[in-house]
């Protein structure tokens, strides 16, 4: 099991380094082509930062492991919330004046409430999936156009936070990069990657590994030790934006992040299940969905208040956090 997780924690490094790596490749690439530096921060700043949870559950996907892939895009939504909200708010109080997050955290909510009535029967069906991935497609394209709105000093800064050099060979270079980091730490961790070329046979699991060593199953497994592992270098990132006075980025991450989470990939989870569809266990809907519920409401009087998130307010998204983690632990043990 000490293998499993110093291949673990070398996979996690993989995957921060290579979404950096693709991110700014990507913002220098949309520079090059002419978009607007608004739009291009926007959809990087909301969306682009979860990149390193998609590919990983993609590669999760592609190895039947189903379950650590949906356990994951749930309990990184509560952590999204918990941990890089309530760390950042910690650091250092958030301003928040980005108007368009308000309607996006109503379809969180109501996408969230969704999936739920969609499971009850046990099963979300490629129809179901279908519906979530067209609703994501749709949520992408009234950001862009809602966020057209935003005063002149916020969309100067959400893209000077995206600003790079706009080489093309430089950016290419850097996507490609990028991409082979994603695929290799997403392999260290989730497997299906063999290493032979390096007379290494590493096509395990070394999450499932670490998760059966615990007494977990999958699903928990991606609901907590690997949905709190790749959490923590947007957790550093967003603590260093908070300390710029950065909050519209902290916050555009956390809520665009969890919309990726919940339409993309669980959707596209359902989309690619079986015909059967994809199974919801019983107690997932009882405890697991309702917990990331719950971390959502917790976001409403953050953005229709002050829109300030206080120092308190992030110890107490802090506490919830911990709370939610020993729940999960004495369920274990039932």
Known sequence: MFAAIGWFVLGLVLLALGGDSIVKGAAGLGRRLGLAPFAVGLLLVAFATSLPELWLNVMAIATGQHSLALGNAVG?????????????????????????????????????????VLGLDGVLSRVDGAILVIAFVAVVAYALVRSRH??????????????????????????LIGAALLTLGSGLIVGGLPFSMLGLDLSESHASIIGAGLGMTPLVTGLLPVAIATALPEAAAAIAAARRGQGDIVAGHVIGSSLVNLLLVVGGIALVSPAHGLAVPASFLRFEWPAALVFALMLVPVLRGDLRVSRNEGIGLLVALVVWIAFELVLLQR
């Open 150 to 175: 935003e005063s002149a000093e916020l969309q100067a800064g959400i893209a000077e936070y995206t600003y790079t050099q706009d080489a093309l060979g430089l950016n290419l270079v850097r996507v």
């Open 76 to 116: 990184s939504n509560v952590v999204n919330v918990g941990l890089t909200l309530g760390a950042a708010a910690f650091a250092a109080p958030l301003l928040v004046r980005w108007r368009a997050l308000a309607p996006l955290l109503v379809v969180l909510i109501a996408g969230t409430i969704g999936v739920m």
